[in-house]
T-cell receptor, first 115, second 111 residues
Framework: GAVVSQHPSRVICKSGTSVKIECRSLDFQATTMFWYRQFPKQSLMLMATSNEGSKATYEQGVEKDKFLINHASLTLSTLTVTSAHPEDSSFYIC???????????FGPGTRLLVL | SQKIEQNSEALNIQEGKTATLTCNYTNYSPAYLQWYRQDPGRGPVFLLLIRENEKEKRKERLKVTFDTTLKQSLFHITASQPADSATYLCALDNTGNQFYFGTGTSLTVIP
């Protein structure tokens, strides 16, 4: 069964609004979770590393004020796309690293469409 | 610069044959390497992990090799089936929290 869940799976919003995406680790406690973005027919691009109880580490070129990450517990990380614009439309995927095995397990992804 | 390349964007093979996908990297020293399968509109699904001190790993019809001298991993699917058609991604883990994906190879198994 699913090890990592994401919610919502699909969201359509108006330009200027904020959207929150939740990522939950179901099978293990994840001190580290990751957020990726994927454009059609392209590979996953790491946006940020989310650490439980501390600030997220953002990859170069990713605006931390635009993409707010909160890792409030060992099983939940949230990504908020603030003041979304059409160019933010993409497939957002989270993952959680299983500390016992070193494997990353991915959520099913969230399709965001900003009109 | 750091780079992870996977062979040809698309690979077509006949059902029953062995599919071989490659993952080459430069300027990384990964502690381990992972292979994932991704279907359209879905998140990647973990398949196999191989550590730097392991030469080969198998799981059912899947086999992965890891050559740290050549900086290459090979991913084999034996007795391929149409249901194996998907995009396959390799990912390198430098230990800690650095995890980078290759460009992906789209595999189509023709009945």
């Amino acid at each position: 069964g699913a090890v990592v869940s994401q919610h919502p799976s699909r969201v359509i919003c108006k330009s200027g609004t904020s959207v929150k995406i939740e990522c939950r680790s179901l099978d293990f406690q994840a001190t580290t979770m990751f957020w990726y973005r994927q454009f059609p027919k392209q590979s996953l691009m790491l946006m940020a590393t989310s650490n439980e109880g501390s600030k997220a580490t953002y990859e170069q070129g990713v605006e931390k004020d635009k993409f707010l990450i909160n890792h409030a517990s060992l099983t939940l990380s949230t990504l908020t796309v603030t003041s979304a614009h059409p160019e933010d439309s993409s497939f957002y995927i989270c993952s959680a690293k299983d500390p016992r095995r070193g494997t990353q397990y991915f959520g099913p992804g969230t399709r965001l469409l900003v009109l | 610069s750091q780079k992870i390349e996977q062979n040809s964007e698309a690979l077509n093979i006949q059902e029953g044959k062995t599919a071989t996908l490659t993952c080459n990297y430069t300027n990384y020293s990964p502690a381990y390497l992972q292979w994932y399968r991704q279907d359209p509109g879905r998140g990647p699904v973990f398949l196999l992990l191989i550590r730097e001190n392991e030469k080969e790993k198998r799981k059912e019809r899947l086999k992965v090799t890891f050559d740290t001298t050549l900086k290459q991993s090979l991913f084999h699917i034996t007795a391929s089936q149409p249901a194996d058609s998907a995009t396959y991604l390799c990912a390198l883990d430098n230990t800690g929290n650095q995890f980078y994906f290759g460009t992906g190879t789209s595999l189509t198994v023709i009945p």
